[in-house]
């Protein structure tokens, strides 16, 4: 049973289209997040959900938008795409909002190429 | 803010050697640390971490990290690695009553080699 799954695993597409990842987890947990990892392997926040609320964004393009439709779900949406959004995007959970001791778990990535 | 450094960028070790893992974080409150492995093409997962008390932690696969204050390190070592080890390793902090952010260092390469 997979804890946290995203779907597509590998997405290439063409500079200027607009894409969607989803992310699922089964563990019952309150908090969700997106991650970006670069080429260099430097991993960053970029939004965290709790409950499907937004809680935080770390200045991110508005190209990007998270939807959460259930506590469960997050899913990013990336308009326009451009070269350098290039990298492999995470998704993770965590049990509960402000748990800055809780563990997150991650998703196997999805890997984005715009070309 | 929190920031986290990992000198070594890849640590090449011969199987069943010692190996250490830097890590230096800076923050201007108390943090929580976490060692997080990447195996390749996969995600994240959590190696152990510290959240307070004993500062030596044991965590999962014979790992081990050492939480010290004084130098703000939080080291991670051990004492006789595998193959199986070869991966990507990540220090990250987050603030005590920061909420959920975790900030991650840049990595360090472990490559594990007979």
């Known amino acids: 049973d997979t804890a946290v799954s995203q779907t597509p695993k590998y997405l290439v597409t063409q500079m200027g289209n607009d894409k969607s990842i989803k992310c699922e987890q089964n563990l019952g947990h309150d908090t969700m997040y997106w991650y970006k990892q670069d080429s260099k392997k430097f991993l960053k926040i970029m939004f965290s959900?709790?409950?499907?609320?937004?809680?935080i964004n770390e200045t991110v393009p508005n190209r990007f938008s998270p939807k959460s439709p259930d506590k469960a779900h997050l899913n990013l949406h990336i308009n326009s795409l451009e070269l350098g959004d290039s990298a492999v995007y995470f998704c993770?959970?965590?049990?509960?909002?402000?748990?800055?001791?809780?563990?997150?778990?991650f998703g196997p990535g999805t890997r984005l190429t715009v070309l | 803010a929190q920031s986290v450094t990992q000198l070594d960028s890849q640590v090449p070790v011969f199987e069943e050697a010692p190996v250490e893992l830097r890590c230096n974080y800076s923050s201007s409150v108390s943090v929580y640390l976490f060692w997080y492995v990447q195996y390749p093409n996969q995600g994240l997962q959590l190696l152990l971490k510290y959240l307070s008390g004993s500062t030596l932690v044991k965590g999962i696969n014979g790992f081990e990290a050492e939480f010290n204050k004084s130098q703000t390190s939080f080291h991670l070592r051990k004492p006789s690695v595998h193959i199986s080890d070869t991966a990507e390793y990540f220090c990250a902090v987050s603030r005590t009553g920061g909420g959920n952010k975790l900030t991650f260092g840049t990595g360090t390469q472990l490559k594990v080699e007979l």
């Open positions: 993770a959970s965590s049990h509960r909002q402000g748990g800055s001791t809780d563990t997150q778990y």
């Open positions: 959900y709790n409950n499907k609320e937004l809680i």
